[in-house]
């Protein structure tokens, strides 16, 4: 049967039997376990105080195990085994509390008044981190409505609808203004539907306005309509959704996004790249451990020119000295150079080798026309245009290009908003205060992995731009490959399902509750169920994503806070 | 049965149980597991359960046996005439004082003597539906009866009384309470259960 | 104190020596008897003789007289197509006691009616006579013991009389334990002559009914046809002479019967020589006192002889007497082991006054008395730390 808020009688899910802070609570339950899942939001309600809490488990268990071990209903006649069953069988619930929240006694009731008195405004009544545990025997029931609403918000703008609680379908929003404060992450295995909470999110931030975002979409993914592999449903393109909002950068001139056009180009200037940009890519080129030595000697001898210079020196090339009549090398040759910057001729001549695949990178030339990348900062800074930038790749779909495309452009952005909030700080009256930026990197363990989460610039933001206004948003397949420094620092964590041991501990680092946490995210449906957990949601749930579809987007302009549609209850009933 | 039958007297008792006495002529009437009642002096009404009838042996019963064959009419006589001595063994379940039922022991035993009578319908449904069930306590503590089977006789007459009467969930409500009060106790639930289980309220 | 062990082994020890030195002389004297009684079986004539005329020599003479059926008479018991009714009587009595805190007697007559071998249930009843107060204290005719026993018999005997008057089935039998002749002779009460008188009157209506009254006697320990053959053997001694020298003595009738009778044969019916025969005899020649010898055993076992006691009207109807010995068979039979009539038992234990029961009667009377005024002492010292050992 489907739940009916409306109509349904108050009857209890258990009563707490035990627990501990530490350990989450146990609570017995008094309905048949069908109708209670894992991940269910419930109340329990203990005297002056409600507590707010997850479902993490539910175990079976018997008073005695020799009433589990042995099938009484083969010796006693139905409705005797029914009785003895329902005494001695039993289901637990463990319940992982988060908030807790005084309510004070019955407004009817006589003691009402005199805590009135002491409680003369809500103030110091809002829902708060649990600091004790509800008393034995308190009931636990499944959340309403108006809980939802007053842990999770009503569904606005801001409070953006995520997805609805599995058992009553009541929407769940995530706060957007609380999202974009903390770097946050995406996680799920591939096919979980990753990809649609991107999207989701993406176009909820978008629609909000209150941040910048960019996206740094390696797979083209997300400017454009698509067609979903699984359902060959359109699935609408932020661009096509956003026409005005959104800038859609292809990278390399002439590039072309799914037969479109771009809104502009981006091509880098030989002069932007740094000899760090190249150290970052050592495992990708497969580097010497000479090469930050040879970096340096460019560096040098050339300035910001040295990648035009080094891509111009020819490698390998010799001629006769005209005196010796000896073979030496030519004067445009790696090892001339080398010689004369005291370099080690073999380790400069190998670099040059590697450094041919980007020479060849026809995104990178030496005097772009315009500077796209100063474009791309100039459309995220203006709070007035509104506008966010979805950086297509391409064709340019490689690990190289990904690396160093993306590392560029962020370092660009970090130098960016710290002058600028640098600038808000000292003068506020001169300054106007940075928008804030969210920046989002698919594929995130390649930038963010304990290896080059020191050499990039994500790092350093996930941990402390927070107060320079720019955070990431990090989708991924394997959280457990990104430095778990950086998971640590993520506020808001949305997850659909992982198979994966490692990367379940490592979407649940820095939590409280992990182990209770583990088994939910494990038995998460492989499909448009995901878990929010993290300082940006008050309490983890699971929530039946939000599907993405024309649907969405109607709800999205409507400005009408989300309901169940006939469509969805007949997708539950028949579905 | 229309009216309280007295079934026999009293031959000792304590304050938990008692034994009656009654003639063997007079043993079709109470049954194992049926409620009795035995009213003091002072209007104090004392009920019980019948545990245990036991049909005692004298020196004639025993030299009869010694006969090639017993013949009719001496069968006749000793089940008819004869005082032959049955005991009938009562579990105290509870009392009745100015009306109010208690499923407590009752204040003092009855007397030597005092008549014993058995219960009808109204007086065992007004006592196993006061209360919760209280006067289970005293059948489960008496680890020397034979319980389950003494339960599954009271419960089954109990049973058909409500069930006439209209209250039939005091067969489930009285299963549900001896769940409660014996589900730590494997062995000797799963035997009182399999018991009730054989009860027919049809 | 304890009984002196000690003291009775020496005693036991001395008794047995001195029985297996007389047993010898038993021996010799029981086969003695066994001849007598071979060789006298058929001199009916002559036997009856020697004892006429040991009467006239000695009024208190008692012994058996044979009627027509030979001395070593051995009667199988007869083939019964349907067993006749039976109402046996016994009585139990209180006497009465000064330790008592009141004194009181009380005759309790037990009477059984069975009707053998149907499905029938036998019927029970009591009758229950209380004497008190001015009941006992008659100067005239003090209840004694003696007293009390008499009206025991005699109240057994008119229940029967009563009931049987009731009813038509014949034969009929009604069964006491012990003789019919009154032995008790408490010849000093005037009561007496009264109450021998009454008892005679009833067992005359019982006999003109047509209605057997029948003793059982178990266990018996008469020597009566022993006495007869003492005489027939000392026919040349004076009656008195031989009385008093008792060449037999020891010798028990039921030893010599346990020779000769198969199980549930009986005897020959004699009649009985004494001096209270011949008051019943006086008064009905229909009553004189006879009896039989009875082998209640059954099959392989031991015989087990009872003497039955019947009036010489019965005696003279084989019928009747073939009809009482077929039914003491069967009520012996049901008995298994241990026989003994079985309706008999059952009178004994509806008659029997048990302990509890004279306590209540003792407790009724005290408060019919207290209600009425009257004083009610305190049982005495002794009877109270008698009971409360």
Request: net charge negative; hydrophobic share 40%; proline share 6%.
């Amino acid at each position: 049967m489907t739940y009916n808020p409306e109509n349904a009688p108050e009857k209890p899910l258990g009563y707490v039997v035990g627990g501990s802070l530490k350990d989450s609570l146990s609570v017995r339950l008094t309905v048949p376990p069908q109708e209670v899942k894992e991940g269910s939001f419930v109340v329990i309600e203990s005297g002056d105080w409600r507590f707010y809490g997850t479902v993490t488990d539910l175990q079976l268990g018997s008073t005695n195990p020799r009433f589990a071990d042995e099938q009484s209903e083969n010796r006693l006649p139905p409705q005797v085994a029914r009785l003895l069953h329902g005494q001695t069988l039993f289901t637990n619930l463990q319940v992982l509390p988060a908030l807790m929240q005084e309510v004070g006694p019955d407004p009817a009731s006589p003691e009402y008044d005199h805590w009135r008195s002491q409680h003369p405004d809500d103030s110091g009544l809002q829902p708060q981190p649990v600091k004790t545990v509800p008393a034995h025997h308190a009931l636990v029931r499944g959340a309403r409505a108006e809980d939802v609403a007053n842990i999770f918000g009503e569904p606005s703008p801001r409070n953006f609808v995520i997805g609805y609680t599995r058992e009553q379908n009541l929407p769940i929003p995530l706060d957007l203004e609380k999202f974009v404060q903390r770097s946050s992450g995406i996680f799920g295995a591939t096919g979980t539907g990753k990809s649609f909470l991107t999207r989701l999110l993406l176009a909820g931030l978008i629609e909000y306005n209150k941040a910048a975002t960019l996206v740094f979409d390696m797979h083209n993914e997300y400017a454009y309509d698509d067609i979903a592999s699984d359902t060959k449903e359109v699935v609408p393109g932020l661009k096509t959704r956003f026409p005005g909002r959104v800038r859609v950068v292809g990278l390399g001139a002439g590039a072309s996004i799914r037969g479109q056009s771009p809104d502009f180009t981006l091509t880098l200037a030989e002069s932007d790249i740094l000899p760090e940009d190249i150290e970052m890519l050592t495992r990708e080129l497969n580097l010497r451990e000479t090469t930050p030595a040879t970096l340096e000697a460019l560096w040098q001898s050339f300035g910001r020119n040295w990648f035009s210079e080094f891509k111009k020196m020819r490698n390998g090339a010799m001629e006769e000295d005209p005196e010796t009549g000896k073979k030496v090398p030519a004067a445009d040759s790696v090892a001339f150079w080398a010689n004369h910057a005291g370099v080690n001729v073999m380790a400069a001549e190998g670099l040059h080798q590697k450094l041919t695949r980007l020479f060849n990178k026809p995104y990178i030339v030496p005097n772009p026309p315009q500077d796209s990348l100063a474009e791309i900062i100039k459309l995220l800074v203006d709070k007035d245009q509104n506008k966010h930038v979805i950086l297509s790749f391409g064709d340019h779909e490689t690990d190289l290009d990904y690396l160093l495309v993306t590392n560029l452009i962020t370092r660009r952005i970090r130098e960016e908003w710290e002058k600028r909030t640098n600038a808000y700080r000292s003068h506020p009256q001169n300054n106007p205060e940075p928008r804030p930026l969210v920046v989002v990197i698919e594929e995130a363990h390649k930038l963010l992995n304990r290896e080059m989460a020191a050499q990039t610039a994500f790092a350093a933001i996930a941990r402390e731009m927070r107060k320079y206004y720019v955070t990431l948003l990090i989708v991924d397949q394997r959280p457990s490959q990104i430095y778990d420094e950086v998971m640590s620092q993520l506020g808001t964590r949305v997850s659909a399902w992982l198979g994966d041991e490692a990367d379940i501990s490592a979407v649940l680092s820095g939590l409280a509750g992990r182990d209770a946490l583990r088994g939910m995210l494990a038995r998460l449906q492989p499909k448009e169920e995901a878990l929010l957990l993290g300082w940006g949601v008050s309490l983890p749930i699971v929530v039946r994503s939000r599907r993405y579809d024309l649907r969405f987007f109607e709800e999205l302009r409507g400005a009408q806070p989300p309901s169940r549609s006939a469509d969805d209850a007949i997708r539950e009933l028949f579905g | 049965m229309t009216a309280s039958l007295q079934i026999g007297r009293l031959l000792r008792s304590t304050t938990s149980d008692c034994v009656i006495g009654c003639r063997a002529s007079e043993l079709n009437v109470p049954v194992f597991g049926g409620m009795v009642r035995i009213p003091l002096a002072d209007g104090t009404q004392i009920y019980g359960l019948i545990h245990n009838i036991q049909i005692e042996d004298d020196g004639l019963i025993r030299q009869l046996i010694t006969s090639d064959n017993v013949s009719e009419d001496v069968l006749l006589d000793n089940r008819n005439n004869r005082n032959v001595p049955v005991e009938i063994g009562v579990i105290f379940v509870g009392y009745a004082q100015n009306g109010r039922i208690s499923h407590l022991l009752p204040p003092r035993p009855p007397l030597s003597l005092d008549e014993i009578f058995t219960c009808m319908p109204p007086e065992v449904i007004a006592f196993t539906g006061s209360g919760r069930f209280g006067y289970l306590r005293h059948i489960l503590r008496a680890e020397d009866l034979p319980q389950a089977e003494l339960l599954a006789a009271h419960i089954q007459q109990a049973g058909q009384m409500h069930h006439a009467h209209g209250s039939p969930g005091w067969v489930e409500a009285v299963t549900r309470e001896l769940v409660t009060l014996l589900r730590d106790d494997y062995d000797r639930l799963m035997s009182v259960l399999s018991a009730i289980g054989d009860v027919n309220l049809s | 104190m304890p009984v002196n062990y000690l003291q009775v082994q020496g005693q036991i020890l001395d008794k047995c020596q001195q029985a297996r030195q007389n047993q010898q002389v038993y021996r010799q004297r029981l086969e003695q008897a066994l001849k007598l009684l071979e060789r006298f079986a058929g001199e009916l004539d002559t036997l009856r003789a020697v004892v006429e005329n040991a009467r006239m020599a000695d009024s208190t003479l008692r012994c058996a007289v044979p009627l027509n059926e030979e001395l070593n008479t051995a009667r199988d018991a007869p083939v019964m197509g349907e067993m006749p009714l039976l109402l046996a009587a016994d009585g139990s009595q209180v006497n009465p006691n000064r330790h008592d805190a009141v004194e009181f007697a009380v005759i309790n007559t037990g009477l059984f009616r069975i009707q053998p071998g149907t499905a029938h249930t036998p019927r029970e009843e009591t009758q229950t006579q209380l004497y008190l107060l001015e009941d006992l204290h008659n100067p005239d005719a003090p209840l004694t013991e003696e007293v009390v026993a008499l009206r025991r018999d005699l109240t057994e005997r008119r229940l029967l009389a009563e009931r049987a008057a009731a009813e038509s089935a014949r034969p009929l039998i009604t069964l006491t334990d012990g003789p019919l002749e009154l032995f008790r002779e408490p010849r000093d009460n005037p009561q007496y002559d009264q109450l021998l008188r009454d008892y005679l009157n009833i067992l005359q209506k019982t006999n003109r009914h047509g209605v057997v009254s029948a003793g059982y006697v178990d266990k018996p320990r008469s020597d009566l046809v022993v006495r007869l053959l003492e005489l027939a053997g000392e026919q040349n001694s004076a009656a008195q002479e031989t009385a008093r020298r008792r060449p037999l003595a020891g010798v028990l009738d039921r030893v010599i019967f346990a020779r000769l009778l198969g199980a549930g044969q009986r005897s020959a019916v004699f009649a009985i020589q004494s001096g209270m025969a011949e008051r019943f005899a006086d008064y009905d020649p229909a009553l004189q006192p006879c009896f039989f010898y009875l082998n209640v055993s059954a099959g392989s076992s031991e015989p087990y002889l009872a003497r039955v006691e019947i009036p010489l009207q019965t005696a003279q109807n084989s019928d009747l007497l073939d009809a009482l010995h077929a039914a003491l068979l069967q009520q012996c039979r049901q008995m298994g082991s241990k026989p003994y009539p079985y309706a008999l038992h059952r009178a004994h234990e509806i008659a029997l006054i048990s302990r509890l029961e004279k306590e209540q009667i003792e407790t009724m009377i005290a408060r019919a008395m207290r209600a009425m005024g009257l004083e009610v002492e305190d049982k005495s010292f002794k009877q109270y730390h008698k009971e409360n050992r």
